[in-house]
């Protein structure tokens, strides 16, 4: 049923299966179904109760985490993305979203550690090289940063690698470069391409 979009049904199905018996499946189950009817709430409470019969379930506490983030309690979030972490370490993804919320605290050098695990479990995925880019950038580390962007860029082109390369060229005063990228990326849509070109273009 949850394969076919068929979610209040699958939730009829699970609460008479969690009446039977109650398991941690099931309310993961529960809780994604609720999710994505975009009941949060709802699907909380349900990921809460996976936890309680399976403290290890870190399916539940990243999904809890994810939610945390939705609503903005970015403390809560990161609490859950540290247990899903503890109960599974090699998923590259968790590590994203934790570095996610470092990053919006300002811990860049923690958010750093997180994208390169990232990147080390999902080297093809263009995700982690881009947010550790981000972070090197942050902390002025723009050569550094440079060969991030380039290698998520390689992966995976967007109009906000094609910014990110540009501003990051700026940053090395390589203005050639930096405006041919932002002029890519404003052609593309992005915003803060066009007020940068302003300024680095001229």
């Not at 099931?26 to 019969?53: D, H």
């Not at 570095?99 to 080390?120: C, H, Q, S, W």
């Not at 910014?163 to 990326?185: F, M």
Request: proline share 2%.
């Amino acid at each position: 049923m949850i394969d076919e979009g068929k979610y209040q049904e699958a939730i009829l199905l699970l609460d008479n299966i969690i009446d039977d018996a109650p398991s941690s499946e099931a309310y993961l189950l529960r809780g994604n179904s609720y999710f994505s009817l975009g009941e949060s709430n709802k699907a909380a409470i349900s990921f809460l109760q996976a936890i309680e019969l399976n403290s290890n379930a870190y399916e539940a506490w990243m999904h809890l985490g994810n939610i945390y983030v939705n609503s903005a309690q970015f403390a809560l979030s990161l609490d859950a993305y540290d247990n899903a972490i503890k109960h599974n370490n090699k998923l590259g993804k968790l590590y994203i979203n934790r570095g996610n919320v470092l990053f919006r605290f300002k811990r860049y050098p923690e958010a750093e550690n997180d994208f390169k695990i990232a990147l080390e479990l999902e080297p093809q995925d263009p995700q982690p090289h881009f947010n550790y880019g981000r972070t090197l950038y942050m902390q002025q580390e723009f050569s550094n940063a440079l060969v991030s962007f380039q290698k998520s860029h390689s992966l995976s082109e967007s109009s906000e690698s094609n910014y990110w390369l540009g501003v990051t060229y700026y940053q090395l005063s390589q203005t050639q470069k930096a405006c041919s990228y932002l002029n890519i990326a404003a052609d593309q849509g992005d915003q803060n391409a066009k007020e940068a070109i302003v300024t680095v273009c001229g």
